[in-house]
């Protein structure tokens, strides 16, 4: 097995010989050189294969370039020699995507010359003893032409649009197509050369600095703590075997399908016929479609489906996946306390309601926790797992585990609104409304937000996830009100500044992408091509006429400040408050939960790269400019931390821990 290069070695001296004229020399030798791969060969694993003269994988072994992923290209001649072996588009695949591929399609690209079920070494040898006396001219990858296809331009240059535009920003996959583009188009030495240089630009990068933290930081989170000191290495979860989702919605049809895929048995319960009808049927196609992609049969027979609460009574475990309303959720966690074993852990995918008053409706509080899935729930790789002041570990470590058996990157947060992921949206999307009011237009700051990396910007995102939702949530909480004297919306609610924006396009049914219109207009209901709307800058200038607002140039430095470090501060105060254990947790749900882009490490990781003396100063520029605004008050734990000389992010959790220590 070899996992390639220390990745914990980039960020200073590394040890060991030289591997670049090492895999020469091993080239070169004049006695056959034989790879036996066996476990995984990646990165520098592989290169140090291709450089010998013939590859024996076992039949369970897997390969591949993952340098991509840490922000690096193949640079011991893996940009030069793999397009030699297996031809210009394969290669630029497996560099481009970073992807590890199996034996099996390994010899079908060329890569391996063999594979075996048996002992990968004894094969290797016999294999060796049988070329012994075969000439090795043949068999230097480096000598061989680049095997290129006739319309090979077009090739690259459909590939360098195609990762462009989904780089978002990240200079790595552009450099490994560059790197591909020298070994087609120039001898092996001059293409070695461009190699060491476009390597040389990635080594040093803040993005490879980024990616390689995100590395170790989505294996942190496994390791994790409660503020109790129950930890993941002293708690054992319980084997889960059977489960059940109540409610048959969006949220409960993906998490169904999550489980059912992972080889759960799952009762699936949805209380009204019509919509059980609907939910069945969406929930085989899923599965259907996902079982074709995988070349698996679906794994329909997996699901029991039933109106019935009373049908959950012998699961292990339960996720309510009902409407986001405390009372509907309140009563739920009373019926399935009253008919499910005693022992069962009851689960709430809420997306930021107390899971405490849910415990408290239930015989065995410790064993509810929150186990909030991201929309698509089958596809979205994170899970953020919710303790509240009563759940045991023994609760946390089976959602975990849960978690990773159906192929989530779970993160344990503590229970306030929002957890982390929410919580942190509302200061960002709060900051968003406030730069329209103050002049600018949603296509500019989502403009700004796209080039930074995301996905989608603030308002488009919106668009698509629904404006209706976050009105429900703020009426129950009564801030979407119009003012009872003057009938007109007011900008101050609860003592603090507040855009009713939102609330004013949810009354004119714009809801987004779904009602054709919503920050964008679309040309029907449901489509996804956004474009600027006309009525809505009337609409904003009608409303700063309104209220007296003007219209001033805002800039791209600051819409992306104020977004940015707003959510950033929001994000310090919850590591102060003990809901996230460390600054890791926070950027493995940002990255995977919200779509930050990775190359730029995660929130927290981006406010060290900025400095966190610059993050205070501009958020205390920022907040003395919006005095009500009390999301951008520089919180204690960033000012503690840059009294504390802005240590690097490894070393936080210690300032973390004093700042806790003196509440
Ligand atoms: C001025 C500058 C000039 C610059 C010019 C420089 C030129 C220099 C040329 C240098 C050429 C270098 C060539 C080599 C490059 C490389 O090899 S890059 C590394 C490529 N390899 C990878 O990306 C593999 C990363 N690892 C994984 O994908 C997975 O870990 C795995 C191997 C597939 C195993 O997965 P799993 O079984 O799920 O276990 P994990 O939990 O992920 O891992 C277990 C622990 O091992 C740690 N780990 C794994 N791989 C590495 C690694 N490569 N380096 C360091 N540590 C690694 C992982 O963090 C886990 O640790 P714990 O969390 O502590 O348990």
Redesign the pocket.
Same mark, same amino acid.
């Given at each position: 097995m070899h996992? %390639?290069?220390? !990745?914990?070695e980039f960020g200073g001296q590394m040890s060991g010989p030289p591997? !670049?004229p090492m895999i020469h020399a091993i080239e070169a030798a004049s006695k056959p050189v034989v790879a036996a791969i066996e476990g !995984?060969a990646?990165? %520098? %694993?592989l *290169?140090l294969a291709l450089g010998c003269h013939y590859r024996i994988a076992h039949s369970k072994a897997r390969v591949g370039l993952? *340098?991509v =992923?840490?922000g690096?290209l193949p %640079?011991?001649g893996g940009s030069q020699r793999l397009p030699r072996l297996i031809g210009v588009p394969a290669a630029l695949d497996l560099i481009t995507t970073g992807r590890h591929v199996t034996a099996a399609e390994a010899l079908k690209f060329g890569l391996v010359d063999q594979i075996t079920d048996h002992n990968t070494v004894n094969v290797a040898v016999k294999f060796a003893q049988r070329v012994a006396d075969q000439p090795l001219d043949a068999r230097r990858i480096s000598t061989y032409p680049c095997l290129c296809p006739s319309d090979v331009a077009v090739l690259f240059e459909e590939v360098m649009q195609r990762v462009r535009r989904t780089a978002r920003g990240a200079i790595a996959p552009i450099a490994c197509v560059q790197a591909v583009r020298a070994a087609a188009t120039l001898p092996y030495n001059q293409g070695m050369e461009r190699e &060491?240089e476009l390597?040389?630009t990635l @080594? =040093?990068s803040g993005q490879a600095r980024a990616l390689q933290y995100f @590395? @170790?930081a989505q &294996?942190a989170v496994g390791r994790w703590s409660m503020p109790s000191g129950a930890r993941w290495d002293t708690s054992k979860p319980r084997p889960v075997h059977k489960a059940a989702v109540i409610g048959l919605g969006t949220m409960g049809r993906g998490i169904t399908v999550a489980l059912a895929q992972a080889g759960f048995s799952v009762v699936a319960v949805e209380t009204q016929e019509k919509q059980l009808m609907e939910a069945k049927q969406a929930i085989s196609g899923m599965l259907e479609r996902g079982a074709k992609r995988r070349g698996v049969a679906p794994a329909l027979d997996k699901i029991n489906y039933g109106r019935n609460i009373q049908s959950v009574a012998d699961v292990d475990l339960v996720i309510e996946a009902v409407f986001e309303d405390m009372a509907l959720k309140k009563k739920v966690f009373q019926q399935l306390s009253a008919v499910c074993k005693p022992s069962t852990f009851l689960c709430s995918n809420t997306s930021g309601l107390d899971i405490d008053q849910l415990a408290c409706q239930t015989r065995n509080p410790e064993l509810v926790v929150g186990m909030h899935f991201f929309a698509p729930a089958h596809v979205m790789k994170l899970l953020e797992v919710v303790y509240g002041p009563k759940s045991s570990p023994l609760a946390v470590a089976t959602a975990m585990q849960l978690g990773k058996k159906i192929g989530k990157v779970s993160v344990a947060v503590g229970n306030c609104r929002g957890f982390v992921g929410n919580r942190m949206l509302k200061p960002y999307l709060e900051q968003a409304l406030f730069l329209l009011e103050e002049g600018a237009t949603p296509e500019f700051v989502d403009q700004v937000l796209e080039e930074f990396g995301f996905a989608m910007g603030v308002f488009r995102m919106s668009d698509l996830s629904g404006l209706d939702v976050g009105w429900k949530v703020r009426m129950a909480d009564g801030l979407a009100m119009p003012d009872p004297t003057t009938g007109q919306p007011t900008r101050l609610r609860q003592g603090r500044r507040y855009s009713p924006l939102g609330d004013l396009l949810c009354e004119q049914g714009r809801f987004g992408q779904k009602t054709g219109r919503g920050w964008y207009q679309y040309d029907k209901p449901g489509s996804q091509v956004a474009k600027p709307d006309p009525w809505l800058h009337s609409f904003l200038d009608e409303y700063r006429a309104r209220h007296a607002l003007v219209a001033h140039r805002i800039d791209h430095q600051e819409v992306l400040e104020r977004c940015l470090y707003s959510m950033i501060n929001e994000g310090f105060r919850i590591l102060e408050d003990g809901i996230a254990a460390g600054p890791e947790d926070i950027d493995v749900i940002y990255v995977f939960g919200y779509s930050w882009p990775r190359h730029h490490g995660g929130p927290m990781f981006y406010a060290a790269t900025v400095g966190l003396n610059k993050v205070l100063e501009r958020l205390e520029h920022y907040y003395q400019a919006h005095p009500d605004v009390p999301s951008l008050q520089p919180c204690h734990l960033l000012r503690k931390l840059v009294a504390s000389g802005s240590p690097p992010i490894q070393k936080w959790r210690e300032v973390i821990k004093k700042v806790r220590s003196q509440l």
């Open positions: 996992s %390639g290069a220390d !990745i914990k591997l !670049i !995984i990646l990165g %520098g %694993g *290169e993952p *340098e =992923t840490l690096l %640079g011991a &060491r390597m040389a @080594f =040093t @590395f @170790f &294996r």
